[in-house]
């Protein structure tokens, strides 16, 4: 991620094919030792390509992944929850029910 984020930055910067020795360079400035089997397989991959075409095409994959997967398994999960909830409501108005029977309430 280190070398990919490097070539982002030149790119930014300005450079739009940046080589190796600028890759070196800007991760030497933050005290980082640069593999070069490494940048040099990064510069293979995005050679001749458009980097915001890539982060376009990127960013659509993206979307199609599904995030929702643990609310599907969580939904069954839920219901029974909510009967829960809705039984215990009830033995509460029940409770609050018996109260007024006593004739006084708490504010009066």
């Known amino acids: 991620m280190k070398y990919l984020a490097a ?9 739009t094919a940046p080589a190796a020795k600028d890759i070196t360079s800007l991760l030497a ?3 980082i030792e640069a593999e070069s ?20 095409e990127g960013t659509g994959k993206l979307a199609s992944v599904p995030s929702g997967g ?3 398994s969580a939904a069954p999960a839920a219901g029974a ?3 829960e ?11 609050e029910e ?5 004739g006084f309430g708490l504010f009066d």
Not at 85 to 94: D, F, I, L, Q, S
Not at 98 to 102: E, L
């Open 85 to 95: 909830t809705k039984a215990e409501e009830k033995k509460e108005e029940a409770k």
């Open 81 to 83: 929850a909510a009967a």
């Open 70 to 72: 643990a609310s599907a």
């Open 37 to 56: 089997e490494r940048i040099e397989s990064l510069i293979a991959q995005l050679a001749g390509k458009d980097i915001n075409e890539l982060i376009a």
């Open 98 to 102: 018996s109260d007024d029977d006593m």
């Open 29 to 31: 400035t933050v005290g």
């Open 7 to 15: 070539y982002l930055l030149l790119t930014i910067g300005g450079n």
